[in-house]
């Protein structure tokens, strides 16, 4: 990586998605002296599922939304569970709408009961 940086041939290098995969790579790789250059590589990953991009409109939105699956597992590790890279698009699609639907209704419950019960302690006092 830095002789790419170096000759010029790059001006950037990015590791995030390597990184969302394995954590431990910069350290156990790149920064690791007893692992050679010529096997310094991050995790080649394809992303299950791809086939659902056919039915979005534009080709822009089918590529972006591939990044979810990388967004889906930075929340993973977020939370300190561990990546899943066999989730697929349709996969995360259905575990993200669950996880948005419990918060919301963890919300609801939270403004129904919880702040109730404080503007009930308001009157009284």
């Known amino acids: 990586m830095a002789d790419a940086i170096d000759s010029s041939v790059c001006d950037l290098i990015g590791l995030g998605r390597s990184t969302v995969l394995q954590p431990d790579f910069p350290a156990a790789v790149l920064l690791n002296s007893a692992v050679p250059d010529s096997d310094a590589f991050g995790v080649a990953h394809v992303v299950k599922g791809q086939w659902i991009t056919r039915f979005l409109p534009t080709r822009v939105l089918g590529g972006g939304f591939i990044l ?3 967004y ?3 929340r993973r590790l977020g939370k300190g569970l561990q990546v899943n890279p066999e989730i697929s698009l349709p996969g995360i699609l259905v575990a993200d709408a669950i996880e948005t639907w419990r918060s919301g209704i ?3 419950f939270q403004r129904l ?3 109730r019960g404080v503007d009930s302690r308001r009157k009284t006092a």
């Open 72 to 74: 889906h597992n930075m």
């Open 113 to 115: 009961f919880v702040d």
């Open 68 to 70: 979810q699956f990388f």
């Open 106 to 108: 963890g919300a609801f």
